[in-house]
């Protein structure tokens, strides 16, 4: 992500270990749960509508078009979908 000239800096700012500290304060203080995703989660290559995964999709696709149903959704809210199922799942365990 530093690649990113547009994010870099903001990135290089705000360091991810702080935030994630932050984040785990917070949710103890107010009872509440973090999840954190494995690093390599699948969530923009999976179709939210029937779980086929992609093998590879750039950066550049802004649609995720599925291969095996055909169904179209922006590519941020496919993956948006696809952790919140997620982390209802993680929550249910």
């Known amino acids: 992500m530093l690649s ?3 994010l870099a800096q903001a990135i290089a700012d705000c360091g991810f270990h702080e935030f ?5 304060y917070k949710a103890k203080k107010f009872g509440c749960q973090v999840i954190i995703a494995d690093r390599f989660y699948p969530s923009s290559k999976t179709c939210s509508y029937c ?3 992609k093998d590879s999709l750039s950066l550049s696709q802004r649609i995720y078009c599925c291969e095996n149903c055909g169904f179209e959704i922006d590519r941020d809210l496919n993956a948006a979908i ?12």
């Open 4 to 6: 990113n000239h547009k």
């Open 82 to 93: 696809n952790l919140s199922r997620l982390a209802k799942a993680c929550s249910r365990s």
């Open 51 to 53: 779980g086929h995964k």
């Open 20 to 24: 994630k500290r932050q984040l785990e």
